[in-house]
């Protein structure tokens, strides 16, 4: 059974940091590309970074610069580190991973407000 286990968001003001992590479990996670979504409310989801097996990333170009994709696979967990976070970035974030439609984590909440 595959699960994924947001942890680590929470109410930060602007230019604040948060890191996020993403627990897997049932897969093999290495071989996996693990993926960053967000979800602000009245908007469809979004991509926000990506980190292949071999560990090349992507990033949409709003985090560019400001957001870290970093992965251990030895701990099977995905982060994302957050610094200068806006308002903007308000989301409900969940990782993916192999691009699954199935595997989805429960999300953790991120609030960026002074």
């Known amino acids: 059974q595959v699960q994924l286990v947001e942890s680590g968001g929470g109410l930060v003001q602007p230019g604040g940091s948060l890191r996020l992590s993403c627990a897997a479990s049932?897969?093999?996670?290495?071989?996996?590309?693990m993926a960053w979504f967000r979800q602000a409310p009245g908007k469809q989801r979004e991509l926000v970074a990506d980190?292949?097996?071999?560990?090349?990333?992507n990033y949409i170009d709003s985090v560019k610069g400001r957001f870290t994709i970093s992965r251990d696979n030895g701990k099977k967990t995905v982060y994302l580190q957050m610094n200068s976070l806006k308002p903007e970035d308000t989301a409900v974030y969940c990782c993916?991973?192999?691009?699954?439609?199935?595997?989805w984590g429960q999300g953790t909440q991120v609030t960026v407000s002074s």
């Open positions: 993916n991973a192999g691009w699954s439609v199935n595997y």
């Open positions: 049932g897969i093999n996670f290495s071989r996996y590309t």
């Open positions: 980190i292949s097996s071999s560990g090349s990333t």
